[in-house]
Nanobody, 120 residues
Framework: HVQLVESGGGSVQAGGSLRFSCGAS????????VGWVRQAPGKEREGVAA???????YYADSVKGRFTVSRNNANNTVNLMMNRLKFDDTAMYYC???????????????WGQGTQVTVS
């Protein structure tokens, strides 16, 4: 059964904005850190941003001040707003759930299907 369903992403010019949403099943949303991991071409996966059940937020240094993660408790959704996008933000983005809020890929328990973000 599906645990994480993501939507959003797409293509944008540098300096633009994109938004992601990730719907999580109740057990995941209530217990785990939910966020995003990305993988750029030729690079390893890296944690980008996450939010835990208490609303505490994590951001990778490369996205601090540009990305904002938030929770919508009404529908078990975690959102990622990405502003001032750069060419280096081009990657496949995966919604993920983990007990580790830095979203280290080795500790991710659940993965979304992945969505491409292209910044030109």
């Amino acid at each position: 059964h599906v645990q994480l369903v993501e939507s959003g992403g797409g293509s944008v010019q540098a300096g633009g904005s994109l938004r992601f949403s990730c719907g999580a099943s109740g057990s995941i949303y209530g217990d785990a850190c939910v966020g995003w991991v990305r993988q750029a071409p030729g690079k390893e996966r890296e944690g980008v941003a996450a939010i835990d059940k208490d609303g505490d937020e994590y951001y990778a240094d490369s996205v601090k001040g540009r990305f904002t993660v938030s929770r919508n408790n009404a529908n078990n959704t975690v959102n990622l707003m990405m502003n001032r996008l750069k060419f280096d933000d081009t990657a496949m983005y995966y919604c993920a759930a983990s007990s580790i809020w830095t979203m280290s890929p080795a500790f991710v328990a659940y993965w979304g299907q992945g969505t491409q973000v292209t910044v030109s």
